[in-house]
């Protein structure tokens, strides 16, 4: 599974950005695709996460803020940031975990996109 990250950039706080996570390959095998973050010196965290039967979960900070979806058709996963903080600022990367043909779990990681809030 390969994955494309896009839709970081500048924003004030209380903006909203959309990130998009675009995967090919062995996509029939996704189980779930993440979005996590990684801040300057801090250890890279989960954000939220959708399943391929569409179960969501967030953390605690996103919740009724951020909002991950799928849309099947493209083959993308979006997070819609809303009431962007400081404290969001961070680099922002897809996971997905799938299955290979051993049925064994493998865990793929699109590039960054760099996600800037300011005060």
């Known amino acids: 599974v390969q994955l494309q990250a896009s839709g970081g950039g500048l924003v004030q706080a209380g903006g909203s950005l959309r990130l998009s996570c675009v995967a090919s390959?062995?996509?029939?095998?996704?189980?779930?695709i993440a979005w996590f973050r990684q801040a300057p010196g801090k250890q890279r965290e989960l954000v939220a996460h959708i399943t391929d039967n569409d179960r969501t979960a967030y953390r605690d900070s996103a919740k009724g803020r951020f909002t991950i979806s799928r849309e099947a058709a493209k083959n993308t996963v979006y997070l819609q940031m809303n009431s962007l903080k400081p404290d969001d600022t961070a680099v922002y990367y897809c996971?997905?975990?799938?299955?290979?043909?051993?049925?064994?779990?493998?865990?793929?990681w699109g590039q960054g996109t760099q996600v800037t809030v300011s005060s």
């Open positions: 996971n997905a975990a799938s299955k290979d043909s051993q049925n064994r779990l493998i865990a793929s």
């Open positions: 390959g062995s996509i029939f095998s996704i189980i779930t």
